[in-house]
């Protein structure tokens, strides 16, 4: 199916406009022809709208103004360290029950359609013999997925009284420039020389390139038969941790040091020092599924796992430059 056009290029909000994401989106957004207005937590620039605390009370009137779409990127994320308990209801705040008053009040201002980018953690964190679909039954575990569950809900609920086009869209760990988190440490980790006790592990890994996820929101933006839609998003190129340790370990020059250590004592040693779930992660499969956006809005990845490791790591050295 070739790709049409529902609407001609307009307005789109971006929320989260100056995090890791909406840093690559915009000028994506804004080449392509789309007037963007972001909204940033601190640090405004001419033109940018500043909410310092997004939650239930927000009055989003001023940012919605004009706009033809919003693209809802802004999100309490997971906590790293498992230690620090977030209570659950910090994340409903934020990332339900804001993104209720955001989506109603875009819906009273005229908004044609909502992009929200959810997460592939509302089916679970790992998978078995099978990747994700979206007809998958939704069972996030922990505050954060849930989080993103119920927001998925409310803006279902939402697009039925308003007649508001909504789109979901599900990725896994998203990297490029600028990532954060876990693939940080994992190049900081392979960069410093870290002999790392996963030789034996066995497993498959979907990611997205930021740079895919961008040209994913810029196409649902605008493609009639996106809406209503839920689609997962991923490079296409699963891929087995120990593999990808290799892969970044030779573009930086550096050796590979992995060492076997089994999946069991790897995940005892995860619990016992409180990082299960980054233990998991590493060790673990979530396989995803694209075949639904790839058919239904004729969607590909146009850069491939390869080509965003490349543009990742060249970043991350400069980055490196800069500190030293």
Request: charged share 25%; hydrophobic share 45%; with cysteine.
């Amino acid at each position: 199916m070739g790709m049409a056009l529902v609407v001609d290029k307009g307005s789109v909000l971006v929320t989260g406009a100056a995090g890791f994401i909406g840093r690559n989106l915009c000028p994506v957004l804004e080449e392509a022809g789309w007037l963007v207005r972001r909204v940033v937590r601190r640090n405004a620039t001419e033109g940018d709208v500043l909410i310092e605390d997004m939650g239930p009370e927000t009055d989003w009137s001023s940012a919605l103004t004009g706009m033809d779409a919003v693209v809802h990127l802004a999100a309490r994320v997971h906590v790293l360290r498992e230690q620090q308990h977030v209570p659950a209801d910090r994340f409903r705040k934020v990332n339900a029950m804001a993104t209720r008053t955001l989506a109603r009040q875009a819906a009273q201002a005229g908004v044609k359609r909502f992009v929200f980018v959810s997460t592939i953690g509302v089916h679970g964190v790992k998978t078995e013999k099978k990747g994700f679909v979206e007809t998958d039954a939704l069972a996030p575990v922990n505050d954060y997925a849930r989080s993103k569950c119920e927001a998925e809900a409310v803006l279902r609920d939402i697009e039925r009284d308003t007649g508001m086009e909504v789109v979901v869209l599900r990725p896994p760990l998203v990297y490029g420039p600028g990532v954060k988190a876990n693939f940080y440490m994992l190049l900081k980790g392979v960069c410093m020389g870290l002999p790392l006790p996963l030789a034996g592990i066995k497993n498959n890994r979907d990611f997205l390139y930021v740079g895919n996820l961008s040209h994913a929101i810029l196409t649902c933006l605008s493609h009639p038969d996106a809406a209503g839609q839920d689609f997962l998003l991923a490079d296409g190129q699963a891929i087995a941790t120990p593999v990808l340790i290799r892969h970044i370990a030779r573009s930086l020059g550096r050796p590979a040091r992995l060492f076997y250590m089994p999946a069991w004592a790897l995940d005892l040693a995860g619990r016992v020092l409180g990082k299960h779930d980054m233990i998991n992660r590493l060790i673990g499969s979530l396989e995803v599924n694209t075949a639904h956006i790839r058919e239904r809005l004729g969607w590909q990845p146009p850069y491939s796992l390869d080509d965003g490791l490349k543009t990742t790591i060249g970043w991350y050295q400069q980055a490196r430059k800069k500190e030293a």
